[in-house]
């Protein structure tokens, strides 16, 4: 009784499919340009935004700003390379860094956020 059922429906599929009329090959590729579109809007155009920002303000950087790093160490340039930046935690307290790990000027993160 069950494998009549089954042929029963394997035919009507079989029969269905048949009667569609083909489709458009390019309408087949539109869910694929569409996630595309929804991915480039939601995730790369926002990254590459932040990276131009990025650089934009590594481009800006000499002596004397006040700069945090990536890893979350805060201190005050005191010399600068293509490649390397020196800071100065405190007072002869230097290290060196990446130009590339700078994330920012300290004073966007030490000031108070206004509510």
């Known amino acids: 009784m069950t494998s009549l059922l089954i042929k029963t429906l394997i ?3 079989h029969a ?7 489709q458009n090959p390019m309408m087949q590729f539109l869910p ?12 790369i155009r926002p990254q590459k935004k932040k990276f131009e920002e990025e650089q934009a ?6 002596k004397g700003d006040e700069v945090y790093t990536k890893s979350g ?8 390379s293509d490649k390397i930046v020196d ?12 130009k590339s790990q700078i994330a920012g000027l300290a004073k966007s993160v030490l000031e108070p956020e206004k509510k």
Request: proline share 2%.
């Open 16 to 22: 269905q499919q048949a009667a569609t009329t083909p």
């Open 87 to 98: 800071l100065e935690a405190s007072e002869g307290v230097r290290f060196k860094v990446l």
């Open 57 to 62: 303000i590594l481009a800006k950087l000499a």
């Open 32 to 43: 694929l340009v569409v996630v595309f579109v929804i991915f480039y809007f939601l995730m």
């Open 11 to 13: 035919q009507s599929a």
């Open 73 to 80: 160490f805060i201190g005050t340039i005191v010399g600068i």
